[in-house]
């Protein structure tokens, strides 16, 4: 339980991608305050279409004007080969790329079946040339078209993914349908090594993260202030906040690598960004240090 | 940790304690409403001077108009010992009390050094008659004031309670500073059999309740909605919501004798009832097997 954990921190994108278009400079602002946090695997853009996603648009201006820290991996989304592309010429240092367990999901959110997704990670394979490919299997828990998808079938994906080229796997709770029984069957299932992508729809992120990391997960993707989700209900729906899992793992003596006082900075600065305030109930209470003035 | 659960429901007092005043008829109708969806201990009032909180008049109004269901039990928190003598002649059917692991946390809560709430309970057990008394402990996890609360001061002041009259103790988590780790810390010093009484100050009840679980505990302070806190940050720092404790403990296969359709239900009445959205996200996004339409 208290071996180390990685962190994904992936508010620039995820989070970001939510929100009103933000200037290229305040994106490139953040990504270098939750470096200097300590992240060391930052999901910082996406090569989607400016036109479909307007909140990611320029993403080579802001691979191209972040200051790079050492030890520091700037990771972006490909949806597609043309992004992969985009990708490898902007210099990015590993990719993520989505495909959904719910054929109704992927065919919703990037209009494939999900056949045509695993057939894009191979042409993404042949364009990324050594890049190393996560590749995340969203609504990995159920989705609110089929309901519970069974661990097996994930699993097959995921073994179908790997086939394809991804280098890496992680298991998104795309619409909050984890808990710590469904964690528990899909690991068992998949095994601990996979990435966990949760997400606060039911307030169950954090017990869901606990549980998987009593079950040996220990690779996590969060978001500084908890944004993310639906842009048409902020807050109510953001991923897992960064500094809600260090906090519970400063703790429990789960190393992090990251500060929380620098992180606090970095979420302070991106509720000044967005310009409201950010779901993290850490970021608006504190740590447990805090003591009353 | 799939053995059942007793759960108490403490939104028509901790969760409406925190509110504008609403009617009485209001209150009536939500404590039938959580006794329709199978909540077995209500605490429905509190026995303070309605000059110090308003939103808690009339308490034996309250307990009288109340359609009595058959084995639910309706608690009224008490003070001081004329809070228990009001209660008895109401006719409540058992009582709460609260004393705090933090003296100055308690000087500031009820004005009383934690010798003289050990010796108001005193008086309290006298008044009873045969009541039940939960003596219910605060910042039992720590403290705004004095920092982290070791297990053993907790365990003695809850000895000294227990000695003074109460039949029962619960751990309050009053500002949010429990974790995994405390709750295991805790739990190891005064055993499972003590009921938990979780806040969302820092988003962690949810966690906190699942770990206390895994280690045997079987008593669990919520608020219908998640309701609770101080009234000048809604929302931000509400107990523990009982839909979200029935949603993940259906879902573990944890009996509670709820009805999460009719404890929806419930939560739904609460926020017509109070005015505004509650804060448990199960409310706002539904069980895990809504469907999207």
């Known amino acids: 339980m208290t071996d180390a954990i990685v962190i994904r921190e992936v508010g620039p994108r995820d989070g970001l991608q939510a929100e009103a278009p933000v200037p290229v400079e305040d994106r490139v602002r953040l990504i270098e305050a939750l470096a200097a946090a300590g992240l060391r695997e930052i999901e910082a853009v996406s090569f989607v279409s400016p036109k479909a996603v307007p909140s990611m648009a320029s993403p080579g201006e802001v691979i191209a004007s972040v200051a790079k820290a050492d030890g ?8 597609n080969v043309r992004g992969a592309q985009l990708a490898v ?22 209009k494939m079946s999900i056949e045509e997704s695993i057939e894009e990670l191979a042409g993404i394979r042949a364009a990324a040339g050594a890049l190393e490919i996560d590749a995340v299997i969203s609504c990995a828990f159920g989705s609110p078209y089929e309901g ?3 661990p097996e079938r994930v699993g097959l994906l995921g073994d179908r993914l790997l086939d394809a080229g991804a280098t890496a796997l992680s298991m998104a709770d795309t619409t909050g349908m984890a808990t710590p029984r469904r964690v528990r069957e899909l690991v068992a299932e998949v095994g601990p090594a996979v990435g966990l992508h949760l997400h606060e729809t039911r307030g169950t992120a954090l017990v869901n993260a606990y549980a998987a990391m009593e079950l040996g997960v220990r690779r996590f993707d969060t978001s500084v202030g908890g944004l993310g989700g639906s842009p048409f209900a902020a807050g109510a729906a953001g991923n897992l906040a960064t500094e809600d899992l260090v906090h519970l793992c400063d703790d429990l003596g789960v190393v992090t690598g990251v500060s929380l006082d620098l992180l606090l900075e970095a979420s302070a600065l991106v509720a000044a960004i967005v310009g409201h305030p ?4 850490i970021a608006a209470a504190g740590p447990r240090s805090r003591r009353a003035s």
């Open 72 to 79: 520091v991996r700037y990771l972006g989304l490909v949806p």
């Open 89 to 110: 010429e902007a210099g990015v240092d590993a990719l993520t790329f989505t495909a959904s367990a719910s054929a109704a999901y992927n065919e919703k959110n990037v």
């Open 148 to 150: 519970d998808i069974r």
């Open 278 to 281: 950010v779901p993290s109930r």
